[in-house]
């Protein structure tokens, strides 16, 4: 097989990449490990950047989402039974979407296929060949026969633990990683939100979230133990741990009910860089992770999409090599930004275990100072609706 863009992984980032490619009549073909079916029903973050939501429209995957998903303007912080509100389209004249991942991979999925572009699933032992060269080449296993695809380039959207990163020499690369020594405790449930928009909260028994996917389901987080367990964790001690979290207000209007998901996700920073080598590219996960407190995962990826879509555009139509070698350096100025927003926020919403009397006196100052300073408001609302791409 010969195709012009060999996409690895079929999960929202490559998915948005072959169709913004499909628009430029660039041709892609896509390879997942997993079948289809498992990669919808994966539990993902449900905050969309405006600059997400652009390239879902531009992709011609954004009808369903416009329809059903939730504009919020704004998101509540909170700190023992105080509260303050940061109004996003006063201070910046923009607004987020909750639309569940999910949703957003089904709709490009739904976006291919109705182009007839070309997905692998269940494909395995995947080896980049050629990456530093100017024929690389793709091959997999699949149904036990070996396969290959010749190619222009290689878009590597394989998350964390995926072959492309791997596939980069070790000499080539650096990587930066903070792991934090806590991780959320997550729950869906059939239940009416608790709040019109989320609720972040810092109390003196750990973090709290309080969002949601829709008017009927629910999504809340409480920060746990890095070592902790879901079996430790009936639903009744989830919600009662959950109560004690937010302010009483909120706590007394929560609607309680039978969870049927529940996990626990660890929180890191990590970056690598370059993200790119030869004419391997890394997206997303790839390249880099992000603390989930202010949902900077997706829309960092999706970000990543637009430098590369752009740089592949302009290889293409304008034979500009400029382009493509700049990606990396185009993309991370972004990443590390979106690293730091989430770094600052997860720093002051959460409980350290090395936290002293002064960390918290501070940690407590500067949510004062939060609440009562419209700059500062403005630069976390300008952060969370999503910087602009630049270029």
């Known amino acids: 097989m010969r195709t012009q863009v060999v996409i ?18 660039i041709d892609s073909i896509v390879l997942e490990r997993r079948t289809r079916a498992h ?5 993902r973050a449900g905050v969309l ?37 940061i109004d996003f389209a006063e201070l910046t004249g923009k607004s987020v979407m909750v639309y569940g991942q999910t949703e957003v991979t089904r709709d490009l999925y739904a976006a291919r296929d109705k ?13 980049i060949e050629g990456a530093d060269s100017d024929a690389p080449a793709v091959t997999y296993l699949q ?5 290959r695809i010749a190619c222009d380039f290689v878009a590597g959207c394989d998350g964390f633990h995926g072959i492309s990163r791997k596939s980069i020499p070790g000499a080539t690369q650096r990587s930066y ?30 973090f709290a979230l309080c969002s949601m996917r829709n008017p009927t389901l629910s999504r809340y987080y409480i920060q746990c133990d890095a070592g902790d367990h879901i079996d430790n964790w009936s639903d009744d001690a989830f919600w009662t741990e959950l109560k004690r979290r937010i302010p009483a207000e909120q706590a007394a209007n929560l609607i309680t009910g039978p969870s049927f998901e529940k996990s626990i996700a660890p929180l890191r920073s990590f970056v690598t860089e370059p993200m790119q080598w030869g004419r391997l590219f890394l997206c997303g996960d790839a390249a880099h992770i992000v603390p989930p407190t202010g949902a900077k995962g997706l829309n960092t990826a999706a970000s990543d999409v637009h430098y590369l879509f752009s740089a592949l555009t302009r290889w293409y139509q ?25 770094w600052w926020f997860s720093k002051l919403m959460h409980r350290f275990p090395h936290h002293s009397g002064f960390d918290l006196r501070m940690q407590r100052a500067e949510i004062e100072f939060l609440r009562s300073n419209e700059a500062a408001q403005k630069a976390m609302a300008e952060n969370y609706v999503g910087l602009p791409y630049e270029g």
Do not use: C
């Open 143 to 147: 149904s036990g026969v070996r396969k």
């Open 49 to 85: 950047e405006t600059g997400l939501l652009d390239l879902l429209e531009q992709a011609d995957a954004g009808t369903r989402m416009r329809q059903e998903g939730m504009p919020h303007d704004g998101t509540l912080i909170t700190y023992g039974d105080e509260a303050f509100r």
């Open 39 to 43: 990669v919808l029903s994966r539990i």
């Open 115 to 127: 182009t007839g572009g070309q997905s692998e699933f269940e494909v395995d032992e995947v080896q």
């Open 177 to 206: 990683e903070k792991v934090y020594p806590f991780g959320w405790l997550g729950i869906l449930s059939e239940t009416p939100p608790v709040s019109d928009e989320l609720i972040y909260a810092n109390s003196d028994r750990g």
């Open 8 to 25: 690895i992984g079929g999960g929202p980032s490559g998915l948005l990449l072959a169709q913004l490619l499909h628009g430029r009549g």
């Open 318 to 342: 304008h034979n500009d090599a400029d382009a493509v070698a700049q990606y990396s350096q185009r993309a991370l100025a972004r990443v590390w930004k979106a690293e730091r927003f989430s």
